[in-house]
């Protein structure tokens, strides 16, 4: 019989722990009681000396994880299936989707600490059985351990104890307002995005990421990753383009190696994995790039992802030759998230045109048996509810499957092959789901369908080290997150992602103290990420203010030696309530050029349709006009050159899409692109303080025709815009202080 208990003597006490570093107690004989985790007592039990296998931290995670399956309840496992809504912690100030309560009232007329666990919280944690919850606002480090603490100790004296796998968005991105990102109050290291560490077109730098960025989670207690974003951006409109690596596909599977290898890798492990890992959940599969006419699947109008040019195949390579395909230990990606889209036409089994997670030949057929792939796979958030009234809400997302009922979802996807549902806090429906396959199936058959599941789920939790130590030191962890060196090596990513477009008679770099005319944004209101119509809005720069440390700002252009015009691509929505409302099927081009754009390139008729909200199947918008949000970025970048009277304009566009530069680039003596950096970073760039070296990961299109010209699902199919300076600006172009830059890497990923 093993003995289950080790001991030391630490401050006067007898301290008692497992081998594995599990359940700190003070002994007094017979009896184990726990000590407090931050004022939280743990309850008192037998040590009986003896282990069951999945409490046996020698074993491998696989036998543990198979062991504590057979153990558990049915109402356990659909507890594992479950994925918390977004929790922000604390949850204040707000009412909504993510408003909670604590002991009943608002978190400030609780006077509740921040890292006090919710009413929501607990209760999910101990009736629902949730394992697995999504942070999104942390209010501090300190609030972080602390929260983190309270909800491991409330999970150690529930049930079997299963600790709470913790996992968050990307957090480290210097630009996180975009989706539901973490907008923090912890210092954490703000690194380049997806499309922006592809600009260095250096997987090294990646892999770095990686490693820093998994120390910095597991310090705030997130153990899995719900990223990276793979999917071949190969749609220039897609409002999701720059979380991608881009539309390169080989770049992209580089990329993804690095970024799985560098959170999931704990040193020294021999397969790999430990306490220091995060899981990765790769995301979209198969794809979601090739949506018909750039609209994304969040919304009812952009439910379809469209193979024109036949390369479905194509976009599986991030995953068959990326994720699953690692160079460290830890071989594969450990979870996988499928989008919301219809992969139109792709199921080529059965004909079913519905959602990816409830496609029994996307998952079951190809990934799970083509692809032989055996981790976790969670579907995207709220798949499983009830859609919107109209197309343009923003609610459930059970795309194909609007006719059945949520707890019909729930088991279609678990037939399909799917272990987990995002954005699910309710045990019922998953519960409901099983008591109707085992009318279908058999109980035999059920449970051990839920057992795999538990299985994939349980691994991720047992090999990241989180059942022998799930909780955090506060000082360790305030000496991770925001380490200077952590914060110094993310910043200069954001320096390398930064390309030169233009420099004409070498406008740039600008002499530190001139004075800077730095002119405020006016954006007229669209709808935003939740589909809420925004505020008309004036906007004054973020760089403007930190420019006074390099310049002295001044308020007007005649008194300037030089302007600095801060903008974006063009925003806009290939969606319109008002045109469906006035007899049109609602449709409108997604436009990449800031003037009003008529779509005469379209095509007439859509390549896929279908809706329970739409009496019509044509989704085209041939012939139909959008204009920009932002079309006064034009007018100011003019204005301005008008002001200046032939002194040097610079102008840095944030790009979250590939924009058109014909109207735009001949106002400009210098053009600079970032793709959600910090200002310090681009006027470090302005200054010379650093010469860039950044490239452009994608095409910049000629004009709006090339776009409608070129098919959803093929990479570089554009023509590219050339500058009155001559440069095409095409995939793989930059420049530097001396000209275009040629090196190597420019030679091992160019296109041609």
């Known amino acids: 019989m093993e003995k289950l208990w080790k001991e030391e003597q630490k401050d006067g006490f007898r301290l008692i722990r497992n081998e594995g570093g599990k359940c700190l107690g003070l002994s007094d004989g ?36 198979e062991d504590l399956a057979a153990r558990l309840p049915i109402e356990d496992i659909a507890g594992l299936m479950l994925y918390s809504a977004h929790q922000r912690i604390p949850a204040d100030g707000m009412n909504g989707p993510f408003s909670a309560t604590y002991g009943g009232k608002s978190f400030e007329e609780s006077q509740a600490e921040p890292w006090e666990l ?21 209010k501090d480090t300190e609030t972080a351990v602390k929260w983190n603490n309270r909800l491991q100790a409330l999970a150690e004296n529930t049930g079997f104890g299963i600790p709470a796998n913790n996992s968050s968005d990307p957090r480290h991105g210097a630009d996180s307002g975009a989706e539901y990102k973490g907008i923090t109050g912890e210092p954490i290291s703000k690194w380049a995005n997806g499309i922006g560490l592809t600009a260095s077109f250096n997987p090294q730098e990646v892999l770095e990421f990686g490693k820093i960025a998994s120390r910095e989670y597991r310090a705030l207690g997130i153990a899995t990753a719900l990223s990276p974003q793979i999917d071949l951006s190969t749609e220039p ?41 995060v899981n990765t ?25 469209v193979y024109p040019g036949g390369n479905f195949e194509e976009h599986l390579r991030p995953f068959s030759e990326g994720a699953f395909a690692l160079e460290g230990g830890t071989q594969s990606a450990s979870a996988v998230m499928p989008y919301y889209t219809i992969s139109y036409g792709q199921d080529k089994e059965n004909g079913e045109n519905v959602g990816n997670s409830f496609s029994r030949y996307l998952i079951g057929n190809l990934l799970r048996e083509q692809l032989e792939y055996d981790g976790v796979v969670c579907t995207d958030w709220g798949i499983t509810h009830n859609t919107g009234k109209t197309e343009e809400e923003f609610a459930g997302k059970c795309w194909g499957v609007e006719e059945l009922t949520i707890e019909e979802r729930h088991l279609k996807a678990l037939e399909a092959g799917v272990d987990q549902f995002g954005g699910n806090n309710d045990i019922k429906p998953v519960l409901e789901a099983y008591r109707m396959g085992c009318e279908k199936y058999g109980e035999e058959a059920m449970r051990k369908r839920f057992e795999r599941s538990a299985v994939r789920l349980l691994k991720n939790i047992f090999r990241t080290g989180l059942f022998e130590n799930p909780y955090l030191e506060l000082q360790k962890s305030l000496d991770t997150v925001g380490n200077p060196e952590f914060v110094k090596k993310g910043f200069d990513s954001q ?104 779509a005469k390139k379209a095509r007439e008729e859509s390549l896929a349709g279908g809706d329970p909200l739409e009496d019509f199947t044509n989704r085209s918008y041939f012939g139909k006009t959008n204009t920009a949000a932002n079309e006064e970025d034009l007018d100011l970048v003019i204005r301005t050159k008008e002001q200046m009277k032939g002194k040097p304009v610079i102008v840095s566009v944030t790009v979250k899409n590939p924009l058109v530069f014909r109207d735009l680039e001949p106002y400009a003596d210098a053009i600079l692109v970032e ?78």
């Open 281 to 305: 959940m790769v995301k979209h599969f198969p794809g979601g790039g090739p949506c018909e006419g750039g609209r994304d699947a969040h919304y009812a109008y952009g439910k379809y992802a």
């Open 118 to 138: 919710t009413d929501q919280q607990k209760k999910f944690l101990t009736e629902d059985k949730v394992r697995h919850v999504l942070i999104t606002e942390l």
């Open 675 to 752: 793709f959600g950096v910090s200002p310090d970073a681009v006027l470090e760039v302005i200054t010379g303080k650093y010469e860039p070296m950044g490239l452009l990961p994608l095409q910049m299109p000629a004009d709006m025709d090339t776009v409608e010209e070129q098919d959803e699902d093929r990479a570089f199919d554009m023509r590219v815009y050339i500058d009155s300076e001559g440069h095409a600006y095409d995939f793989a172009y930059g420049m530097n202080y001396s000209g275009v830059i040629s090196d190597e890497r420019t030679k091992e990923y160019g296109r041609k």
């Open 237 to 277: 409109r897609w409002m999701r383009f720059a979380d991608t690596f881009g539309e390169h596909t080989r770049l992209a599977v580089e990329m993804t190696k690095a970024y799985c290898d560098g959170f999931q890798t704990t040193e020294g492990s021999a397969d790999g994995w430990g306490e220091e890992s």
């Open 495 to 598: 320096l390398h992602s930064v390309v030169l477009l233009k420099n004409r008679n070498q406008a740039l770099p600008l002499k530190e103290k001139v004075k800077v005319y730095i002119p405020d944004r006016h954006i007229r209101p669209y709808r935003n990420f939740i589909s809420i119509l925004t505020d008309d809005s004036v906007v004054t720069p973020s760089g403007k203010k930190a420019a006074s440390k390099w310049f002295e700002v001044v308020e007007t252009a005649e008194e300037a030696d030089a302007a600095i015009c801060f903008i974006e691509s063009p925003i806009s929505v290939g969606y319109s309530p008002e045109d469906r409302s006035a007899g049109g099927n609602g449709y409108l081009p997604v436009t990449l050029q800031y003037r009003p754009y008529m």
């Open 30 to 65: 017979s009896r184990v009681k726990l000590i407090t985790v931050d004022g939280l007592a743990f309850k008192d039990f037998l040590g009986t000396g003896e282990l069951a296998p999945y409490e046996d931290w020698r074993l491998d995670a696989r036998e543990r994880a």
